[in-house]
């Protein structure tokens, strides 16, 4: 599971939200407040997520072989 949203954190992120909406349609007692709060949260969380899927790795070392950045 925790495999699944480090590679497709948008798409959890995606499902969070279309769940808390659907279950305040039907009825779910939860203020605006208390909605935007539990999605704040989870965008901030799968953010980090996201973030390592996108940002590129930087090799410090350089490879074998190849002189040093100066």
Known sequence: MWN???Q???LVLGVVQAVIALAVSFG???SADQIGAI???S???LALA???QVVPVVNVRGL???PPAQ
């Open 43 to 45: 965008a901030a969380l």
């Open 8 to 10: 497709e954190p948008a």
């Open 50 to 52: 996201t973030r390592s």
């Open 64 to 66: 074998p072989g190849e």
């Open 39 to 41: 999605l704040a949260v």
């Open 28 to 30: 779910l007692g939860l």
């Open 4 to 6: 699944f949203i480090r």
